[in-house]
């Protein structure tokens, strides 16, 4: 994707997602855009939901609902490791949020997760065999699952990138704004936040 292309970028919110997994990628790729990134970042839900609330009690109003036209599509974590009743795990089970995710890779969309957001993805038949991370209490779920587990805080697997635990959510940010706009851009953004880039990214 050149870097004269407005990008479509959205971000998949639902009940008990973990408000950082989100609201981390969410703020460095708004960072991005206004220092020149072409982009449009939205929270999007996949019932057009208006408001969701996380893990952690916040409720946030959602900007739309999932496209068929997203260029890159982000899905965030939460209550896996716990078992809540809401959260990746509850999605997972119920199966249309993967789907969701399937049909986006399938038209053309580059998925990423943060956190225990992979266990979404590979719900989705997106990680089977293939190089992955996500939170350290969920590795063991997502190496038993069929993916190929990498201890690193991004894993770019070109079409598919995944990220570990939740603050990677803001590594992530960065290097989506690097693939898309460059180093320079990415390390603007990360000056501007006083956020400290990790290098440990994994390009597979």
Do not use: K
């Not at 990415?186 to 000056?191: D, L, R, W």
Request: with cysteine; aromatic share 4%; net charge negative.
């Amino acid at each position: 994707m050149s870097s004269s292309d407005r990008s479509s970028i959205e971000i998949v919110v639902f009940e008990g997602f973990d408000e950082l997994d989100a609201l981390g990628p969410y703020e460095v790729l708004e960072n991005a855009v206004d220092g020149g990134a072409t982009a449009a970042v939205d929270l999007v839900t996949l019932d057009g939901a208006t408001n969701v609330t996380g893990a952690h009690d916040l409720t946030i109003a959602a900007q739309g609902s999932l496209s068929d036209h997203a260029d890159v599509v982000v899905v965030p974590g939460g209550g896996w490791n716990d078992g809540a009743d809401a959260g990746a795990r509850a999605e997972v089970e119920s199966g249309d949020l993967p789907e969701a995710v399937r049909r986006a890779h399938e038209q053309g969309a580059v998925v990423a997760s943060v956190c225990t957001g992979a266990m979404i993805l590979e719900a989705a038949g997106l990680l089977d065999g293939r190089p992955a991370t996500t939170h350290h209490g969920a590795i063991d779920d997502l190496r038993a699952a069929g993916a190929e587990v990498v201890d690193a805080r991004v894993v770019d697997d070109g079409d598919v990138v995944t990220a570990g635990g939740v603050t990677s959510g803001l590594d992530l940010g960065c290097w989506l704004t690097e693939r898309l706009w460059g180093a320079d851009l990415a390390e603007e953004v990360a000056a501007a936040m006083e956020f400290d880039r990790s290098d440990d990214v994994v390009e597979a």
